[in-house]
C-alpha cells in the first residue's frame, strides 16, 4: 500500500486571493506530490512499508534523511491543505479558544506568537501549533521536520502548520514573508483545527 496525493480539498483558486491559483497548483501538483513519490521510493522493500505514516514519523531514525525529508514533507502537506479553506479566518471558538486563550493569554497573543515562530525561521521550514496533555505550544522546524519526529525538540501532535517555504509564497509574495503569514490568518480553518484538538 503506496501513500497516494490526497486531492485537495477544494479549488486550486479557493484561496484567492490569499494563496494564488498557481502557487497552489505547483504546491499541491509539483512539490506535494514529489515528496509522496521520493517517500514511496524511499521505504519501497523497507520494514517502514504499509506502516501509517504517523508511526514512521514517531519512530524515525532522524539520520534517514530520504525518509526524513519526505516522509515529513508529505505528512505536512497533507496537514497543511486540510487546515486551510475557502470560507476560513476569524477566530476559533468553544474548547480550542479556550485553550488558545489559556496558553497566549488571548487570540491576538496566539497571532502575534505564531507570526513571530513563522517570520523568524531562518530558511525554509515550518511553523506549528501543537498540543500535548490538553495544552498548546507554538514552535517552528526546519526543512521538513515536524513535532512527531523524535528528539526534535518541539512535542506534541501539530494541530496547526505553516509552510514558509519560498515556494509556499514567493509568486505572490516574493520576499514579503510577513505579508504572507498576514493573510494565512484569512485561510485557516478553525473547524478542522478543532476537531484535531478535540480528538
Ligand atoms: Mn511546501
Redesign the pocket.
Same mark, same amino acid.
Given at each position: 500500500m503506496a501513500f497516494e496525493l490526497p486531492a485537495l480539498p477544494y479549488a486550486h483558486d479557493a484561496l484567492e486571493p490569499h494563496i494564488d491559483t498557481q502557487t497552489m497548483q505547483i %504546491?499541491h501538483g509539483k512539490? %506535494?506530490a514529489g515528496y509522496t513519490t521520493n517517500l514511496n521510493n524511499a521505504i519501497a522493500g523497507t520494514d517502514l512499508e504499509g506502516k501509517s505514516i504517523e508511526d514512521i514519523l514517531g519512530g524515525l531514525n532522524m539520520n534517514n534523511m530520504a525518509v526524513r525529508n519526505n516522509g515529513g514533507?508529505y505528512y505536512? %502537506?497533507c496537514l497543511?491543505w486540510e487546515v486551510m479553506g475557502p470560507n476560513g479566518g476569524g477566530a476559533p471558538t468553544g474548547a480550542l479558544a479556550d485553550a488558545i486563550n489559556a496558553a497566549f493569554g488571548s487570540f491576538e497573543g496566539f497571532k502575534d506568537q505564531f507570526s513571530k515562530a513563522a517570520a523568524t525561521r531562518f530558511g525554509s521550514g515550518w511553523a506549528w501549533l501543537c498540543v500535548k496533555d490538553g495544552k498548546l505550544d507554538i514552535c517552528s522546524t526546519p526543512n521538513q521536520d515536524n513535532p512527531l519526529m523524535p528528539g526534535i525538540g518541539c512535542g506534541g501532535t501539530p494541530i496547526l502548520g505553516l509552510?514558509v517555504?519560498e %515556494?509556499?509564497y514567493y509568486l505572490h509574495y516574493q520576499n514579503r514573508r510577513p505579508e504572507y503569514i498576514e493573510h494565512f490568518f484569512n485561510v485557516i480553518n478553525w473547524d478542522e483545527v478543532a476537531r484535531r484538538f478535540n480528538s
Amino acid at each position: 500500500m503506496a501513500f497516494e496525493l490526497p486531492a485537495l480539498p477544494y479549488a486550486h483558486d479557493a484561496l484567492e486571493p490569499h494563496i494564488d491559483t498557481q502557487t497552489m497548483q505547483i %504546491h499541491h501538483g509539483k512539490h %506535494h506530490a514529489g515528496y509522496t513519490t521520493n517517500l514511496n521510493n524511499a521505504i519501497a522493500g523497507t520494514d517502514l512499508e504499509g506502516k501509517s505514516i504517523e508511526d514512521i514519523l514517531g519512530g524515525l531514525n532522524m539520520n534517514n534523511m530520504a525518509v526524513r525529508n519526505n516522509g515529513g514533507g508529505y505528512y505536512n %502537506h497533507c496537514l497543511f491543505w486540510e487546515v486551510m479553506g475557502p470560507n476560513g479566518g476569524g477566530a476559533p471558538t468553544g474548547a480550542l479558544a479556550d485553550a488558545i486563550n489559556a496558553a497566549f493569554g488571548s487570540f491576538e497573543g496566539f497571532k502575534d506568537q505564531f507570526s513571530k515562530a513563522a517570520a523568524t525561521r531562518f530558511g525554509s521550514g515550518w511553523a506549528w501549533l501543537c498540543v500535548k496533555d490538553g495544552k498548546l505550544d507554538i514552535c517552528s522546524t526546519p526543512n521538513q521536520d515536524n513535532p512527531l519526529m523524535p528528539g526534535i525538540g518541539c512535542g506534541g501532535t501539530p494541530i496547526l502548520g505553516l509552510d514558509v517555504w519560498e %515556494h509556499a509564497y514567493y509568486l505572490h509574495y516574493q520576499n514579503r514573508r510577513p505579508e504572507y503569514i498576514e493573510h494565512f490568518f484569512n485561510v485557516i480553518n478553525w473547524d478542522e483545527v478543532a476537531r484535531r484538538f478535540n480528538s
